[in-house]
Each structure stands twice: as structure tokens, then as C-alpha cells.
């Protein structure tokens, strides 16, 4: 997994970021609920600050860490990405410049590009008494037919077998004693739709299936994905999003 977080070093990976579904504001109550004083932040794996850059204001620093160069760029770029509230800091988890203590460390679908054993002790050291590392996701949910058929084409092309859902790395890592889980919880579903030239540079977004992962592979894998979409008539792609929160203390 960490070798294919190289795609994030692309700058089409980077700007296809933006094609993702943002967090349910539920998810901000949810954090804004668990945060501790000081009510600073270190947003590790912020990408392009889908978290970073939507904290509510009563969160008065928020220090958004990632490797990529790109993505820090598009993300000072995008709406929120300036606030001087936001230190954008480049460098791994890992080892980057940190100012602890922090009431809050979040990470956005990205501690599986992290190395547990460098990376959680680090964060145990950095959080205020009483804080939480909070892990987060969205879920979506498809209904109809093409589905299954379009999940079949992405099988065939990505280069992972199985792909940990953030909720079952969070149960393994909490059997295996990395962490000590407190708490889950779910939003409320929040409608999204998007055309279908959208949902493929959502695609196009992840990892496994970028134009840097695919190669040669890409335009055949668009091309099979259209014509799922073709059979069935769709022109927009209608789903359900759910943001998804666990909280941890680590031992």
C-alpha cells in the first residue's frame, strides 16, 4: 500500500481529489464534540484538506500534514486553503515538524499509507491528556443493477485483491493492541450525485485505479466502465454517503 501511495506525488491524481464526495458536516460535530483543549488539530494525511479545511472556527490552529507536494498545493488552492489558521506542513507522519500538544489528531482514510510502528507511538507522544486519535472515512452506497457490474470491472483492473474497508483496519489494529478503541459512529446519510464523467475521474482519483497505477490499462478500463454505463442508460450516478468516525486512545 505505501509503494502505490506514490500516485500521490501526480498532479492529475491530486486534482481528481476534488471529485470525491466531502465529509457530511455531521462528521465536524462529531470532532468538534471529542476535541480536548488546546483545540488545535494535526490533520495527518490531510491530502488536498478535505478535513483540514472545513474544521469549524472554534478549532483555532489546524497543522495539515502530507508527503505530496501536489497535494498541498491544490489544497491551498481550493476554497478554505489559505486561512492562515491552517499550517500546511509537508513531510510524512512519520518524521515531519510537529508543534504538540494537540486536543485533536485526525487522519482522513490515510493511516494505511502509514507505518503503525513509527507513526502511533509519535502520535500517542504529540496528543494532549485526554485527547483522541480520530480515524475517518466516508461510505458510500449504490443502488441498481450496474453496480455489481461496475465493482466486477474494478476487481479485474485494480491491483489489490482485497481492499480493508477504514472500519475492519480499525477493529484489526484494535485486536492486535495497536489501539484501544472508545467509540464509532456513523452520520446520517447525505444524498450525492455526480455525472458519469465524474464518477470516473472519482475513480481515476484512488490509488489503485490513477492513470499512474493502470498505465497502458487506463483508457481500456474507462472504456469497459462506459459501457456498463451505456447498457443501463445513466447519465448521472445517485448515492448515498455516510460519514464514518472512530476514536482511539493508543497504548
Known amino acids: 500500500m505505501i509503494e502505490l501511495g506514490r500516485v500521490w506525488a501526480d498532479d492529475e491524481a491530486a486534482a481528481l481529489y476534488a471529485y470525491r464526495a466531502p465529509y457530511p458536516r455531521g ?11 488546546p483545540r488545535v488539530v494535526l490533520d495527518a494525511g490531510a491530502g488536498t484538506g478535505a478535513l483540514a479545511r472545513n474544521f469549524p472556527p472554534t478549532f483555532t490552529r489546524i497543522d495539515a500534514v502530507d508527503p505530496s507536494p501536489a497535494m ?5 488552492a481550493l476554497p478554505g486553503g489559505d486561512e492562515p489558521r491552517i499550517h500546511w506542513i509537508l513531510g510524512r507522519a512519520e518524521d515531519a515538524p510537529l508543534s504538540p500538544p494537540y486536543g485533536l489528531i485526525t487522519v ?3 493511516l494505511h499509507w502509514m507505518r503503525p510502528d513509527e507513526v502511533l507511538p509519535r502520535f ?3 496528543l494532549a491528556p485526554g485527547a483522541y486519535l480520530a480515524v475517518l472515512d466516508t461510505e458510500t452506497t449504490h443502488s441498481g443493477e450496474w453496480h455489481p457490474q461496475i465493482v466486477d470491472v474494478i476487481r479485474r483492473y485494480s491491483p489489490l485483491e482485497h481492499h480493508l474497508e477504514t472500519h475492519e483496519m480499525v477493529a ?3 485486536a492486535q493492541g495497536l489501539v484501544r478503541l ?3 459512529e456513523r452520520t ?5 450525485g455526480r455525472s458519469v464523467d465524474d464518477y470516473l475521474r472519482l475513480l481515476g482519483s484512488t490509488s489503485t ?6 498505465g497502458s490499462r487506463a483508457d481500456a478500463f474507462e472504456s469497459e466502465c462506459r459501457e456498463v454505463f451505456a447498457r443501463y442508460e445513466l447519465r448521472q450516478i445517485r448515492s448515498s454517503v455516510v460519514g464514518y468516525v472512530a476514536w482511539v486512545t493508543l497504548p
Do not use: H, K, N
Open 27 to 37: 462528521v465536524f460535530d462529531i470532532l468538534e464534540r471529542l476535541a480536548v483543549e
Open 72 to 76: 498541498i498545493a491544490r489544497g491551498r
Open 108 to 110: 482522513g482514510a490515510s
Open 124 to 126: 500517542r507522544d504529540a
Open 172 to 174: 484489526r489494529d484494535a
Open 182 to 184: 472508545v467509540g464509532e
Open 188 to 192: 446520517a446519510p447525505v444524498p450525492f
Open 209 to 214: 485505479l490513477s492513470r499512474v497505477s493502470l
